[in-house]
């Protein structure tokens, strides 16, 4: 029985991909005879796995979706990882009923259920000793992302209320294109039918949402990616800013931890760090928990302004 078992465990492990497999592939893969692998198909089917199967030639196994969720096949680190995933999350919002961040929370306190035995004392430990940091962040209803998901799939338009940054609510009708997720916020970049042309949503202002039975073709992205439009909207009124740190790499990259940077070393051992920013000021914190030397490449505006700081504090005031 205990050949059986692994035996069918191998299968499903394989099936969890998603994609499609000959007979002679599976067979070939876990060393079966091709007679042994219908009976184990068999199997998992009774256990609740719901496996498709094309007969004839081209036919293929393959594991769909179906109306509950079957008990997931972990190794170990994927266990390992999907708790400190959902804590993670977990920690992020204000746990609101309905959210995101609240589904995560009451689901780290279930999936020891579906764990083996043996990595249920790991699990346990893990929980026991692990602390998360609450990151505030607005709360964003699952349902919300789950309803916006599938409109995206089947290309239907939607239409919600929105409140804008500055408090005016207003109605808008979208053809939704990509979920974004960047600084502890869920985005939506979809073409404003009303206003023709692409706008960015937070999902944490939109109410009401209704998909409509309106289909829509798909557009071109108005740039590589979702992310990359966001972005630059985002740094529209930022400067870039270049400067050279006489530290590691890995030093830099912790002191700016909290900034979007693209680091290089160059000669010497120095890092080359590329940003964008509003303000000079957001320099400082990080620099100065560096304690290494810098020059401040481009734009010319903030080394002066570093400048002009730097002889403020040496000025003698007694």
Known sequence: MADVLQRVLALLAVLQSGKRFTGAELADRLTIPTRTLRRDISRLRGYGYPVETQPGPGGYYQLVAGRSMPPLLLDDDEAVATLLGLAALGST????????????????????????????PRGAALRASLETMPTPAPSTSAETVSRLAEAIARRHVVKFDYVGATGKATTRRVEPHRHMHLHQRWYLLGWDIDK?????????????????????????????????????????????????????????ADAFHRQEVELNVVAGGATRVVLTLDTWQWLLPALAFLDADFTIEEPEEFRAAMRHFGTRLSRDRT
């Open 93 to 120: 919002g204000s746990a609101s009923e309905g959210s995101i961040d609240e589904a995560a929370l009451r689901a780290f306190g279930k999936v020891d259920q579906l764990l083996p035995k043996r990595l249920r």
């Open 196 to 252: 023709q042309d692409w706008r960015v949503f937070r999902l944490d202002r939109v109410a009401a949402l209704l998909a409509r039975e309106q289909t829509f073709s798909p557009r071109p992205l108005p740039t590589g990616t979702g992310l990359d439009y966001l972005r630059e909207g985002m740094n529209r009124h930022r400067r870039r800013v270049v400067l050279t740190i006489d530290a590691s790499m890995r030093a830099v």
